[in-house]
């Protein structure tokens, strides 16, 4: 087995041979967003409620050509954005791409993920000094040497009371992924390395295989969209390090970091009702298991969706709101949640780009919370004189639409 300098080299070369992500650079922020990249979205997920400040550090963790660094940067106005990323390559692009839509709280470091918690090393010519609120961590960990090394090292540079969003694969929904891999592998033989005569051989089996062959199918049905382009064939079949998890390696992997699970990302997509929500009896059973083989039973009875899993981890402690106390809601300062598209409509997509069609009395509610970022007026003082439907302003909050501070 290579050794993880052998296979951290490995991985820096597939990056510098195509730069991934592969999107196109602009001259102008990117267009729309991913809550999860936006601070205040983000934390009000995990916490109930507005943070504090969003005078922030944020460290993006493995940002290879920095799509998601350009967007950390330019939805979190108030923030300082750090890139890290093994590949020179990659944080070339990063660059240019920051630099070319003016994303200018940003600085980047070429290192090993392993090497970020190590501030005091002697080998690092640029240490990264401090802690962050949030570190974002997206499609990384899988393709390290050493995941569990480079979680607990990720796991050092966070802040008491900070989120870290982790997105890794998952075995279940990508089966055919790691078959072709091998399968291009063993077809390279000596070449296994050249990372383009893997794109060659590998588009070569797929223009050979039958077309009923349930490789080309799975192909065409889920990846061929996105893998026109041949750094993301690369990414996807020919990566020379790769891990991929199921509910139990998962959390072996997070307990190992020390942090706290927060939650899926996708909260919705991990109720067993949305499956056996026919059979009372089977609910029930459901109900007596612990919190993980509910996970694991998930995605035992719905594999084929399940590719990756997104999710938050903190270090403790991380405050939770309860708004169900009339005077503490009443107390909150409310605002418009911060990734909505279409607003000021009574129909307009939500932070998951969800479509929502408000009613009257949701949609006056909103447009005061539009007014109230610089008045930060309370609830009460906000609809002063008015009959308040207080249930109606709880479920705004619960579907992500206003966020509450205080």
Same mark, same amino acid.
């Given at each position: 087995m290579p050794d993880a300098k052998t296979v951290s080299q490995a991985v820096a070369k597939l990056y510098d041979t195509y730069p991934f992500p592969p999107e196109p650079i602009l001259d102008e922020p990117p267009p729309g967003y991913n809550w999860r990249w936006n601070w205040v979205a983000a934390y009000n997920f995990c916490t109930g409620r507005k943070p504090e400040t969003s005078t922030v550090r944020i460290l993006d963790a493995g940002c290879?050509?920095?799509?998601?660094?350009?967007?950390?940067?330019?939805?979190?106005?108030?923030?300082?954005?750090? +890139?890290?990323? @093994? *590949? /020179?390559g990659a944080l070339e692009v990063a660059r240019e791409r920051c630099r070319r839509?003016?994303?200018?709280?940003?600085?980047?470091?070429?290192?090993?993920?392993?090497?970020?918690?190590? *501030?005091? *090393?002697?080998?690092l010519r640029n240490p990264i000094p401090g802690e962050f609120e949030m570190i974002n961590c997206v499609g990384v960990l899988h393709h390290l040497p050493d995941p569990i090394a480079g979680i607990q090292a990720l796991a050092q540079k966070l802040a008491p009371g900070g989120i870290f969003h982790v997105f890794v694969y998952a075995e279940l929904g990508r089966w055919e992924i790691q078959l072709m891999q091998?399968? !291009? /592998?063993?077809?390279?033989?000596?070449?296994? +390395?050249?990372?383009t005569d893997g794109v060659k051989v590998g588009r070569e089996l797929f223009a050979t295989l039958p077309e009923n062959n349930p490789l080309v199918q799975r192909e065409k049905e889920r990846w061929? @969209?996105?893998?026109?382009?041949?750094? #993301?064939? /690369?990414?996807?079949?020919? $990566?020379?390090?790769?891990?991929?998890?199921?509910?139990?390696? @998962?959390?072996?992997? !997070?307990? /190992? *970091? +020390?942090?706290?699970f927060v939650g899926f990302s996708n909260p919705g997509f991990w109720q067993l009702e949305r499956l056996l929500g026919q059979s009372s009896e089977l609910i029930a059973r459901g109900e007596t298991m612990t919190?993980?083989?509910?996970?694991? @039973? !998930?995605?035992?009875?719905? =594999?084929?969706? !399940?590719t990756h899993y997104e999710f938050f981890l903190t270090k403790p402690p991380l405050p939770r709101q309860d708004w169900s106390d009339d005077e503490v809601l009443l107390a909150a300062i409310p605002e418009l $949640? =911060? #990734?909505l598209d279409g607003w000021e409509s009574k129909c307009l997509?939500?932070?998951n780009y969800q479509i929502v069609n408000l009613s009257d009395d949701e949609f006056t509610f909103m447009q005061k919370c539009a007014k109230n970022t610089q008045a930060r007026q309370t609830i009460r003082e906000l609809c002063s004189g008015e009959v308040l439907d207080l249930a109606m302003i709880?479920?705004?909050q619960e579907r992500q639409l206003v966020v509450f501070g205080f």
């Open positions: 290879g050509t920095g799509v998601g660094t350009e967007y950390l940067v330019h939805l979190n106005p108030e923030a300082t954005v750090t +890139g890290v990323d @093994l *590949s /020179a839509s003016g994303a200018e709280r940003v600085t980047f470091h070429q290192m090993d993920l392993t090497q970020v918690g190590d *501030s005091s *090393s002697e080998t091998e399968a !291009i /592998a063993l077809l390279q033989g000596q070449q296994r +390395g050249d990372y061929s @969209l996105e893998n026109t382009r041949d750094q #993301c064939f /690369a990414d996807m079949y020919v $990566h020379p390090q790769e891990v991929d998890y199921n509910i139990h390696t @998962l959390f072996e992997l !997070i307990d /190992a *970091s +020390g942090l706290e919190e993980r083989d509910r996970y694991r @039973l !998930i995605e035992l009875l719905d =594999p084929k969706n !399940i $949640h =911060p #990734c997509f939500d932070y709880r479920r705004l």
